[in-house]
């Protein structure tokens, strides 16, 4: 019964089956979209929703059959590793010498031929072909003959299993993140600091800095200047940006993304002139700042500005969102401390106002543009914990490794078997090997040359 | 010269290599046809040589990796294509595939080439600003691009067993031979297709997301490729299947692996589309 069942999982079968169906499964969970909300999967497969989150479809890598189906896969690698490695062993550090002619014969690469010296005087000979060749080499009499069995690159016979072996390491380091790993992310504004929940220590934002590409629109590279704060001391200060994390007491810090206040943005206005169109301006302005407009003599002010413009129902104007959906701008044009025009500007709706003012009425503002500001006011830093990764990059080398081992380095073998005759030696010799039969056939058949030609 | 200029030369001569291979596949005669199979190879290497120097003109112009917007990748992979071809026809004498192979290969130039490709080069957004894209995206694509001279192996592989099966005379190499050499591309190709896909993509992975593994799609999709290689060497190395069965595996590998670099950035979102 547990013979049956040993077999049964130790199968390549099995693994075969396995991987057929994790990897149709796979492919379901790439064409569900992942972990959405529950709203959006009736959206998408209408009466069918219930039954994908039922099979749990909608976060399948996470689901308890997926990982059951990955966890016996990995039953199957480990026990299938396990009953072809002692085996292998055996043949490796207790091989038996055994060999009959007729079955060396059988080989592709084999040849018989009788020598003109007496069995030692060959065996030696043998020998010394083999360790010119690199070949080590065993050696038992047995009846009135002598065995030989010459060996390299034993190591060859193993490369599936450090395969295998990396496979489960790079599995046990990813069961320790998911497991173990914690991350969680820091909104830092400049000058201030905060504490790295779980770490035990602070950061503090000294500078986040914005570079852009020459055309001042595309993003270059964003860069935190961070301060780690151990029990009140500056303890190390450095630069992170993408791709350059911060790595301190197992925590990692990344520069993740940013946040741009929308109240801080610049905003563009034109101010237009129906009877003198030649005056017409354009100025760039912050919320609560005022610019002379040099050619008409006049004062704009921008007094507020709204995102996502709403006014209730007693006249209170707010921001419904943070999102840039009606952006208003209240701004006042006045000459000498006498408003002319006040009120609302809408970006969407340059043509419509909420403005009053008789005394220019042909005098306009519109809203033209947001320029978010040159550079942002919040670094969003992630901190990671995970201790499953020095597994992981153990197990990449064993698999890269065992692959090229697999590969790369084949294990040969070539058995002898010498029978005396009289003085004379009968000499029959096969060459073993299952991956790169060209270069062991010529191998072979330089090594039988140079026996002939000792004859 | 330009960067369009070389690639267009590149394209001219690897054209020139397809119609020298196309005359090749009816030509009967031993000493013509040895001297076809070598004008074939060194046409493509001329048109292999002037897309390096387009690559390089790129790499230099741009400052950046020269595959990191379709138009690149696609000529980054049709070159990478080429160049293990032209390593396998000088290994194991294969001169009878560069037919098939060049119309891969041209195939990926002339989409690359398509005006559904923006070709100007845009700045490096920061998550692609590191030496791993280097590594990460050129191996994996080595990789594939063995892959795809197992794939056309194994088509002829296909063709040639079932000739062999009708009795017919086995035109150029049989099917075992083929087999033989499709195998040995995927022994080039899984090797750096598991470094520059899986490996050398968690590392970068972690370095720049934090998390070496996220289950986005185009991780998936690799895995899905990986596996079905690793199908391939246990039915062939522990089952001994061979032949047509084998090459069907491979057949079915490569189209995932071309699904896997194509499909997935057109078809499924993700964090990788940028790549």
Redesign the interface.
Known sequence: MIQSILRFLSS??L??TL??I??VV??L???I??ERSVGEYYGRYGGLAPLLMRLQLTNL?HSAWYIALLALLTLNTVTCTLTRLSPKLRKTFRPRLEAEAKTLLAVKDSDSLKMNSNLEVTAAAVRQALAGRRYKARQRAEGGGIIIFGRKKVLGWFG?DIVHLGLLVILAG?II?SLTGF?TFLKLEKGKAQAVPRAGFVVRLDRFDTDY?P?RH?????KSRLTVIEAGRDVRSEVI?????LAHRGF?L?Q?SYVQEIKSSLIVLEVLSSASPERAQTVSLRPGQSVALDKTGLTLSLLRFEPDFVRDNGGLISSRSEELNNPAAQVTLSRAGENLVSGWVFARFPEFSMTHGSKASDTKVIFRDIQPGISPDFSII?A?Q?KG?PL??VG?GL??TG??IA?YWPTREVRFLLEGKKDKTVVTAAALG?KNREALSSEFAGLWKELKDQT | MSETTLFKVALALYACALAIYLIYQFIYQFRTKEKLGLAGWSAALLGLLAHTAALIHRTVASGHAPFTNMYESLSFLAWACLAAYLVIDRVFKIPRAGFLFLIVVLALMLLANSPLMPKEITPLVPALQSYWLWLHVSITLLGEAFFAVAFITSLMCLAAASREKKGGQPSGLSAEKLDAISYRCVAVGFPLFTLGGLVLGMVWAYKAWGTYWSWDPKEVWSLITWFIFALYLHTRLVMGWKGKRSAVIVIIGFLLALFTYFGVNYLLAGLHSYA
């Open positions: 390549v079968k693994a075969i991987i057929i994790i990897v796979s492919v969970g790439t064409l979209p992942q890598y599936s990813a993140s991350r590409y055309d595309n993003v270059k590279d964003w940006e993408v791709n350059r994390p990692v990344y993740s992630e990671a995970d990764v992981i990059w990449c698999l890269m692959l090229c590969f299952s």
